[in-house]
């Protein structure tokens, strides 16, 4: 009697996932901050991210929360952006790395009222197939 065993190959899900890596601040000479860097980390079974030029829309999809009295606040603005494309790469097509979104911190001057000094950023991406990733919420960011 013989017994065989395989163990099946670990198969990424066709479905992009995201997770959050880090937020950086640029700063003007008056110590002001004027640029942010979103730092996200991606993995598309499929390797199907990113639009061709010719492709109408985004693919990369935003919304900023503000906090005001306490109170976490979503914007109800979305900033949306499009990825370069990204064609997967090998014998299952699988693409990995990160993903680098700038903000330009004149954004905040449009929300309602004062300029919020504690943002977080929910955030999604779609594939060329149209598969939603999870949804994510950045940590805290702190604004000076």
Same mark, same amino acid.
């Given at each position: 009697m013989a017994a065989f065993s395989c #163990? #099946?190959?670990? &198969? =990424?899900?066709? $479905?992009? +996932? &995201?997770?959050y890596l880090s937020y950086q601040h640029l700063y003007d000479? !008056? %110590?002001f901050d004027t $640029? *942010? &860097?979103?730092?996200?980390?991606f993995t598309d079974g499929n390797g199907q991210l990113g639009m061709d030029q010719s492709d109408p829309g985004a693919d990369y999809f935003s919304y900023i929360h503000y #906090? #005001? %009295? *306490?109170?976490? &606040?979503?914007? /109800? $603005? =979305?900033?949306n952006?499009?990825?370069h494309y990204l064609e997967g790469q090998g014998v299952d097509g699988t693409l990995k790395g990160e993903i /680098?979104? +700038?903000? !330009? %911190?004149?954004?905040?001057s449009t929300f309602p009222g004062t300029r919020p000094d504690t943002i977080e950023f929910e955030c999604y991406i779609v594939d060329r197939y149209g598969n939603a990733? %999870? $949804?994510i919420l950045t940590p805290q960011i702190i604004i000076h």
């Open positions: #163990k #099946k190959p670990e &198969i =990424a899900t066709l $479905t992009p +996932t &995201i997770s000479i !008056n %110590n $640029t *942010g &860097i979103l730092k996200l980390y #906090k #005001k %009295n *306490g109170f976490w &606040i979503r914007y /109800d $603005t =979305a900033f952006y499009r990825l /680098d979104i +700038t903000y !330009n %911190n004149i954004i905040l990733s %999870n $949804t």
